[in-house]
């Protein structure tokens, strides 16, 4: 009983606790920092709390806390979304409050459309594309002609529908207790800042006409567009309180052309492009192959892709939680469960490549028997991992030295530059199953 009363309290702290900078910048004036347990508290003009990781540097994150009512929208379908999103460019504060699911793939007057509705017109076909590209006769060169063009055309119609570009000063939030989210869609946070998306579920983002790429490794591969949250060039980003899974489609049941998977899924929230000062926290990721990308590329932006990663559940997923490039990450306070869900696996947990300087400390992984404190880890003998205090099934364990004396490029353990913005650390990772599992994902958060 102990342990349940300890959770509420997390989960009522969590809801009613609102730092001052955060009330301020909501315009409510002066208050003290814990307010009263039975105060009215609108979760869709909250701001990120004081030191709460990279995303409250500089100015902090206040989303659209300071929108006033004629820029707070309340939706519950597709085109009720894009006009409140607008085309992305208007940066005047304001608040998106999603009530229930939206499935995104569906017309203006609510229509669901398939996939074969967005082909519809474009001359495209699986088969024909199929056909036109395979590698016994096309050969390893980049696809192209008319089934490429009609692949093409297909894919755009898909992308007006389903891609939404978030502005500046937006708070995007899911109305409690509605099972508020987003199915089949994708944000886009590009070139943007001062972005809030809290307590929505995404799930099913699909992309109907992946590209079939021969050049793409030994084998070649099928590439998916749309991660259900994508930033790019985007800085003071708080995503907290968010689920994302595959769901009700696991990458198990696709089907193999040209001798690989037709993948439909790509990133669950990507972080690239130059992105920077990014908090991340008490999501829960789960069904998912690669997951969470922070870099574009080995040359993506010195000097930021700064992220905080702390408190999220881990479920299920592959590989990409996180895999970081370039940037300055801190990592803590994170569950794993690596056991295989639905057909996804383990390949690796966290990977530091391309300098990135990786704080890693007070996470707790649950591996599955047979499976190696090894496998947790992966880099290309550039990157840093450093931090302590982790644990592997209850136990303290160095997972940079476990997974240095299995392999020959060695991630390296001191980094540049040392963890300031904390807030909510824990020092002991013993129980953070037994609490994350229940205060973390979409439907935890109420608003009086």
């Known amino acids: 009983m102990a342990t349940v009363t300890h959770r509420r309290s997390l989960r009522r702290r969590r809801t009613i606790l609102v730092s001052t900078a955060a009330v301020a910048a909501a315009g409510l004036g002066a208050v003290p920092l814990v307010m009263n347990a039975n105060a ?42 894009a006009k409140a999103l607008g085309s992305g460019t208007d940066s005047t504060p304001k608040i998106v409050k999603i009530k229930g699911t939206i499935d995104v793939n569906t017309d203006d ?15 495209y076909s699986l088969a024909a594309y199929l056909k036109a590209y395979d590698p016994a006769t096309w050969g390893k060169k980049e696809p192209s002609g008319a089934q490429e063009k009609a692949r093409e055309a297909a894919a755009n119609k898909q992308k007006k529908n389903i891609v939404f570009k978030v502005p500046s000063n937006t708070s995007i939030v899911g109305v409690p207790g509605t099972k508020a989210g987003i199915k089949g869609g994708s944000l886009q946070v590009q070139d943007v800042k001062n972005v809030i998306i809290r307590n929505l579920t995404f799930s099913a983002t699909e992309d109907c006409f992946p590209q079939w790429d021969p050049t793409d490794g030994s084998k070649g ?67 998912h192959d690669k997951t969470m990308l922070i870099g574009s590329s080995d040359t993506d932006s010195v000097g930021k892709l700064r992220v905080s990663i702390h408190h999220n559940v881990w479920k299920g997923i592959t590989q990409r939680a996180p895999l970081a490039r ?30 990135a300087q990786v704080v890693a400390e007070h996470n707790s992984w ?81 608003s009086s």
């Open 326 to 355: 370039i940037g300055q990450i801190h990592l803590y306070n994170n569950y794993y469960d690596t056991t295989t869900l639905n057909g996804y696996g383990l390949k690796y947990s966290l990977d530091s490549r391309a300098k």
């Open 221 to 287: 591969e099928w590439n998916s567009n749309y991660d259900s949250v994508t930033l790019r060039g985007a800085t003071n980003v708080w995503a907290d309180h968010n689920t994302f899974t595959d769901a009700p489609f696991f990458d198990s049941a696709e089907k193999t052309y040209f001798g690989r998977k037709y993948q439909i899924h790509d990133g669950a929230l990507d972080i690239t492009n130059g992105s920077d000062l990014v908090t991340v926290e008490r999501n829960q990721f789960t069904n």
């Open 109 to 123: 007057a609510g229509k669901r459309m398939t996939c074969a509705d967005y082909a519809s017109g474009t001359g």
């Open 366 to 446: 649950k591996l599955p028997a047979g499976a190696k404190v090894a496998q947790l880890l992966s880099g290309d003998g550039t990157g840093s991992v450093a931090g302590g205090g982790n644990f592997v099934n209850d136990k303290a364990t160095d997972i940079v030295a476990a997974y240095n004396s299995a392999n020959s490029k060695k991630l390296k353990t001191t980094v540049n530059w040392k963890p300031t913005l904390t807030a909510g650390l824990q020092t002991s990772a013993k129980s953070l199953a037994t609490e994350l599992l229940n205060t973390t994902g979409a439907g935890v958060l109420t």
């Open 40 to 81: 009215a508290v609108d979760l869709s003009r909250q701001a990120l709390p004081a030191k709460d990781g990279w995303a409250a540097s500089g100015s902090g994150t206040t989303g659209g806390a300071k929108a006033d009512s004629a820029h707070v929208y309340t939706v519950s379908t597709r085109a009720q979304l």
